[in-house]
């Protein structure tokens, strides 16, 4: 564990990032680290280092993990790690969307595992996509996270919480259709209708509010804010910023197109 926390602040001082880490902050955050693990009473020994608890954490179980809606199969979840924070163990093997808000270098842990650490040449900015399907389902990960940087991970996530143990790899990314918009200052979008339901996802600071139905409401001032449309409902998006405002509008269905429309 030692060699792997220095293995960090090695990568950490040699390689050219935009927004540098100080010395004393790497050593807070591996001295932070070091204890969290050691003090830890999921930390596994080699004695169960390939045996799994019996009943393992849901992801939206984890206190990290906020569960902020949940339609039928789909669940979103806002997450967020804060600087020298380190999640408890928590599951992952259903069909899982990630939309990125406030990037942050982590260090992950699988169950009876050492430590994974990989630095990223630059943060990926607010709006970033990762869909993580077929790897959760195919690979069930029970790990836990630390956020080895100085500012907090933020990110929300879509899970279809359907088992699609069986499903063709062709088919991983069926479940979530992406689609990407911006709205320029005190503007509003034209009038936008799906066939399937949608999260809508701001990316962006900035007041915002939508048009439902001929009502304005949803209010929103704060990026990862998330509203819910029903199938084939029709809407509008209102920026009352003076800055232009990013949106990720998600269509979410399954592989047998079972609207989820509540």
């Known amino acids: 564990m030692i060699k792997f926390f220095r293995k960090i602040k ?12 100080s010395k004393l902050a790497i050593s807070i ?39 902020i809606l ?34 942050a270098n982590l260090a992950t842990q699988e169950y009876g595992k050492e430590w994974s650490f990989k ?17 959760y389902i195919l690979n069930n990960s029970y790990h836990r996270v630390a956020n080895i940087d100085t500012t907090t991970f933020h990110l929300i996530g879509l899970v279809n919480t359907e088992n699609y143990k069986n499903t063709e790899k062709e088919s991983f990314d069926d479940w979530f259709i992406k689609h990407q918009i911006e ?9 936008i209708e ?30 990862g804010a998330v509203t819910w ?8 998006l209102i920026n009352n910023s003076n800055a232009t405002i990013n949106y990720n509008i998600i269509e979410l269905k399954d592989l047998i197109n079972k609207h989820t429309n509540e």
């Open 183 to 191: 709205v320029d200052k005190m503007k509003r979008s034209e009038l």
């Open 29 to 67: 955050s591996i001295a932070f680290l070091i204890t969290a693990c050691k003090n830890s009473n999921e930390n596994p020994t080699k004695s169960n280092e390939y045996n799994l608890p019996a009943v393992q954490k849901e992801m939206w179980e984890e206190p990290r993990h906020q569960l």
């Open 10 to 21: 090695h990568k950490l001082l040699s390689e050219g990032r935009k927004r540098k880490y």
């Open 194 to 223: 799906f066939d399937n339901p949608v999260l809508i996802i701001q990316n962006s600071i900035g007041e915002s509010s939508i048009i439902k139905e001929n009502v304005i409401h949803s209010f929103k001032s704060e990026a």
């Open 70 to 103: 949940s339609k039928s199969s789909i669940k979103v979840i806002d997450v967020r790690i804060p600087p020298k924070d380190t999640t408890e163990y928590h599951l992952h093997n259903r069909a899982t969307l990630y939309n990125l808000i406030n990037d």
């Open 229 to 236: 449309i029903p199938t084939k409902t029709q809407f509008k």
């Open 119 to 135: 630095t990223a040449k630059q943060y990926r900015k607010s709006g970033f996509l990762l869909n993580l399907s077929k790897e």
